[in-house]
């Protein structure tokens, strides 16, 4: 599953918000929602219809610092259908953007093993065979990171968007 809803100036395009199939598996959500025990099909098929992760924010840098993105960020959420919504930022740690776009801090993702495997689970990453890798380059750049885990409870305008017909807006692949 993926989708994105772009933030338009006239006739272009000034930024977009990417949101994506949630990673199986994070510590901070899992505390959050009270999950214990390991994922299988079934419960990874109900963590996809309930929750997506807001994997990229992107902004022109022409408009960055005008103060917009954070409502650009509210507004692309409160049209995605998801009743639930996860981010992770390693920018968290200096800037509270996602937060003032209305998400709840839950905590820090670290990676307890440094093995490319275990953080493509986390970060996602290509297809190579049956599992996705991050590049080698994106593992050795990030590897160290621990960015901040936010989450987003979006079950009041994820249901309003699904009843007025604008979910199928941030539809795309």
């Given at each position: 599953m993926k989708f994105g809803v772009l933030l338009w100036h006239k006739d272009q395009p000034v930024g977009i918000c990417i949101f994506v199939a949630p990673p199986r598996s994070?510590?901070?959500r899992n505390q959050f929602f009270g999950?214990?025990?390991g994922w299988n099909r079934a419960t990874m098929l109900a963590l996809n219809k309930q929750?997506?992760?807001l994997?990229?924010?992107v902004i022109h840098p022409s408009y960055r610092g005008a103060g917009l993105a954070s409502a650009f960020v509210r507004k692309a959420c409160e049209l995605c259908p998801s009743p639930w919504i996860e981010t992770m930022s390693q920018m968290g740690r200096i800037n509270p953007f996602f937060e003032s776009a209305g998400f709840q801090r839950v905590?820090?993702?670290t990676v307890e093993s440094e093995s490319r495997a275990t953080h493509s689970?986390?970060?996602?990453g290509r297809r190579h065979g049956a599992q996705a890798l991050v590049t080698e380059e994106t593992f050795l750049k990030s590897r160290y990171a621990s960015p901040v885990y936010?989450?987003?409870d979006n079950r009041r305008t994820g249901e309003a968007a699904k009843e007025s017909g604008t979910a199928s807006a941030c539809r795309g692949e």
């Open positions: 994070l510590k901070p999950h214990r025990g929750l997506v992760t994997q990229r924010v905590g820090v993702i689970r986390i970060f996602g936010y989450i987003l």
